[in-house]
T-cell receptor, first 114, second 111 residues
């Protein structure tokens, strides 16, 4: 069964450092998303991406965040200068069409900022 | 952000019980209502979605939406230990991109 793959599963970084979280969406999917979940809190939408551009982003997705599809298979989330409050589980998702009801999620990357 | 409220539990039931999971919401413009299951250390897995009001059944799972009360439910019949997971409700305005999630309810089904 096809699945969304995220690497690494756990990333520890020093405050102020840049991190890149990587995702390999399902191969024939065209829409890509990042969500995050701070421990004990709700899953929150960050950004969606289609046709090599951002289609929607939340207030959380400020200038410290960026997304990129550097090649035909990867989808990355970059946090330029990490803060302690960026510590969370980050989920990548993809869908074949722009139907969020058909989105498949990856297993997540746990980011710990120290 | 209190758009979607969900009782976090934990909820513990014996095997074979009927489980009722619920969410309330404040934005009457929500039209798509989803239920996700999340096992430990895994991403959310879509169980069911419903458009607007009404019921939808899939095997042992039934989703209900009452838009007049801004209340959605997921019923699990004949619950199994393998149903033990966190259940997340999510909703959106349309088939656009952003979901609004509940906090999730932790369910344990005891053999």
């Amino acid at each position: 069964e096809p699945e969304v793959t995220q690497t690494p599963s756990h990333q520890v970084t020093q405050m102020g450092q840049e991190v890149i979280l990587r995702c390999v969406p399902i191969s024939n999917h065209l829409y890509f998303y990042w969500y995050r979940q701070i421990l004990g809190q709700k899953v929150e939408f960050l950004v969606s991406f289609y046709n090599n551009e951002i289609s929607e982003k939340s207030e959380i997705f400020d200038d410290q965040f960026s997304v990129e599809r550097p090649d035909g298979s990867n989808f990355t989330l970059k946090i330029r200068s990490t803060k302690l409050e960026d510590s969370a589980m980050y989920f990548c998702a993809s869908s074949r069409r722009g139907m969020n009801t058909e989105a498949f999620f990856g297993q997540g990357t746990r980011l710990t900022v120290v | 952000q209190k758009e979607v409220e969900q009782d976090p539990g934990p909820l513990s039931v014996p095997e074979g019980a009927i489980v009722s999971l619920n969410c309330t919401y404040s934005n009457s413009a929500f039209q798509y209502f989803m239920w996700y299951r999340q096992y430990s250390r895994k991403g959310p897995e879509l169980l069911m979605y419903t458009y607007s009001s009404g019921n939808k059944e899939d095997g042992r799972f039934t989703a209900q939406v009452d838009k007049s009360s801004k209340y959605i439910s997921l019923f699990i019949r004949d619950s199994q230990p393998s149903d033990s997971a966190t259940y997340l409700c999510a909703m959106s305005l349309n088939t656009g991109n952003q979901f609004y999630f509940g906090t999730g309810t932790s369910l344990t089904v005891i053999p």
